[in-house]
């Protein structure tokens, strides 16, 4: 990209999309990010867990890069600094709680003590290359959470992050709004604004009344109960402790990222009046009544707690027909087969299944629509540019800001570079975006063949061959045929001879010299294997060709 001497954004993830937050603030040929986050991959990514931003325009300039900014530590912010700090080697600021989260990320890896984790406090004042940045405490769900104030020379942005409006937010402060009031009658130029529930009328509700409720539901259940909820969502996990309390029972935690996201949550001094926790393995000494168990798994994480324990692949955690599972998270869109499959898994064994649709045991940690309003009559910005939704998301943010009478309501997708000062704001630019996922050997790009071959094995399967060859080319032995997931095995047999004869007929044709080519040999089995299925052409199973190729003297050997 050219020089450029004015205030830019640059979105390399979460505008079209809920999740792998990653923004780009650009002024006078440097840059600031704010947020580096993961997503969770779906059916189109097959064996892959996690997606992270494709960062190669910011790396191909590092040198710019003044910082990342983290405004909270929920994974779609936060967790892809592990996996990509070294591409870009510079400092990170954040409050208390995301650097004991992060910090406790990194002591995994082994970068730990290569990452300069600056703390700084809502409201302190901090400066990341150009811009003079402060940080301003929102309510969300998981502690710590922050808008950002950027001062640049062009004007102010308001980065709102995750926010709500929680008059009792149960763990940790309410929204500052007197400080949002005073930046709003400061000036700003500005809103750059969460989406995700701006389809939802009203607002989104109190931590305070899910308490209640999960109280008393916690309180009705005959036998075990086990409460999945993100865990990053310290208040509900402080809910579930209480009411499990409250109720007579003991308290288990079952999954590392809710174990470590409770330490990080202790380290900085939240969760101080909690019952104690019980070894895991301990639970089966005590009656059914008397166990409580917090476990992760609320999105069906391929390799949750929740998820082994439904599989009966759990070592320590067994549930019995009557257990009760309480899912107190709301479905990340996208997730909605896994979920209902894990549902469904769960009610064959017995076990009552209950979630936002059969008691109110949640509430969003996003604003709903009056909220948003809300939050544009307090900032008044002249620009209003919506992120952290879909398209249907952005869209209605859009709506939203133009019947608020905001002078600007700019839509952009991920990679789109505006210009948002002087002048007008506009699209100037273009850059690469996309996705990466963690494999074996490191970072591939979502689009690689790697994937495509992958969806097509869980589409159509595929089918071995099995040829063996003289020097010459002349089949030694019938083909041997394999099908994996690609016919059903009945249909098949009835086939199959017919399939071989083909093959064998088609290799027989084949040039003196074509045939001794072996991947001249392998296109025409693969070819005279399709024309003897007869497949339509949306069924493509994947057709691997294994030549065996014996010497004479091989063959004189054997012979003998």
């Known amino acids: ?93 954040c409050t208390p709680f995301a650097a004991a989260v992060l ?77 949002l009031e005073a930046v709003g009658r400061e000036g700003v130029l500005a809103l750059v604004g969460d989406s995700t529930n701006v389809l939802s009328p009203g607002t989104s509700g109190s931590e305070a009344e899910v308490r209640e409720s999960l109280t008393r539901l916690i309180a009705d259940q005959p036998y075990r109960v086990v409460l999945t909820t993100f865990s990053s969502n310290i208040a509900r996990l402080e809910t579930a402790m ?27 001094g939240y969760l101080k009046d909690i019952p104690p926790i019980r070894d895991e393995r301990e639970a089966e000494l005590l009656p059914r009544d008397r166990v409580l168990y917090l476990c992760t798994g609320s999105q069906g994480e391929s390799r949750s707690a929740l998820v082994r324990i439904a599989g009966h692949q759990h070592p320590r955690v067994r549930l019995e027909p009557g257990d009760a599972v309480i899912f107190s998270a709301k479905i990340i ?79 952009i997708e991920n990679g789109d570079v505006l210009r948002i000062a ?43 061959v099995s040829l063996v060859l003289d020097e010459e080319g002349s089949i030694l032995a019938p083909p041997q045929l394999t099908p994996l997931g690609a016919f059903e095995a009945d249909r098949f047999g009835e086939i199959k001879g017919q399939v071989c004869d083909a093959i064998a007929d088609a290799v027989e044709d084949m040039s003196d010299e074509a045939v001794r080519d072996d991947e001249r040999v392998r296109e025409i089995v693969r070819v005279a294997l399709r024309q003897a299925l007869d497949l339509p052409r949306h069924r493509r199973p994947i057709v691997e060709v294994q030549i065996t190729r014996l010497s004479a003297e091989t063959l004189a050997a054997l012979e003998e």
């Open 333 to 411: 869109p996208g997730n909605e087969r896994t979920l209902y499959n894990l549902h469904n898994q769960l009610v064959r064994s017995g076990i009552e299944v209950i979630t936002e649709v059969d008691h109110f045991v949640h509430v969003s940690g996003h604003p709903c629509r009056d909220e948003v309003e809300q939050m544009y009559r307090w900032i008044k910005p002249k620009i209003a540019i919506p992120v952290h939704g879909e398209a249907r998301h952005l869209h209605a943010h859009q709506r939203l800001a133009q019947d608020l009478g905001i002078e600007h309501a700019v839509l």
């Open 242 to 268: 209480l009411a499990a309390h409250a109720a007579g029972r003991e308290i288990f935690v079952v999954g590392r990222s809710m174990r470590r996201m409770i330490e990080a949550a202790r380290e900085v």
């Open 1 to 93: 990209m050219t020089a450029f001497s004015d205030l830019r954004f640059v979105a390399l993830g979460g505008a079209g999309e809920i999740g792998v937050n990653a923004y780009l603030y650009g002024l006078e040929g440097r840059w600031l990010m704010v947020d580096l986050g993961i997503g969770f991959a779906d059916d189109r990514l097959p064996g892959v867990d996690i997606v992270l931003p494709d960062l190669r325009f910011i790396e191909e300039q590092r040198s710019a890069l003044d910082g990342i900014v983290i405004t909270h530590a929920h994974e779609d912010h936060v967790g892809a600094v592990p996996y990509l700090w070294q591409r870009l080697g510079c400092p990170v600021w």
């Open 422 to 464: 002087p002048g007008a704001p506009e699209v100037v630019d273009e850059i690469p975006v996309g996705r990466m996922v963690m494999e074996t050997d490191g970072l591939v790009e979502a689009g690689d063949d790697l994937f495509r071959t992958r969806r097509r094995l869980m589409n159509h399967g595929t089918i071995l």
């Open 103 to 179: 910090r406790a990320k990194l002591a995994e890896t082994e970068i730990a003590r290569e990452v300069p984790i600056n703390v700084v406090e809502p409201g302190e004042r901090f400066r990341v290359g150009g811009f003079e940045c402060r940080f301003v405490h929102v309510t969300h769900s998981i502690p710590d959470s922050n808008a950002l104030v950027l001062d640049t020379p062009f004007g102010r942005v308001l980065h709102t992050g995750d926010w709500k409006l929680d008059p009792a937010p149960l763990v940790g402060a309410r929204t500052d709004v007197a400080t």
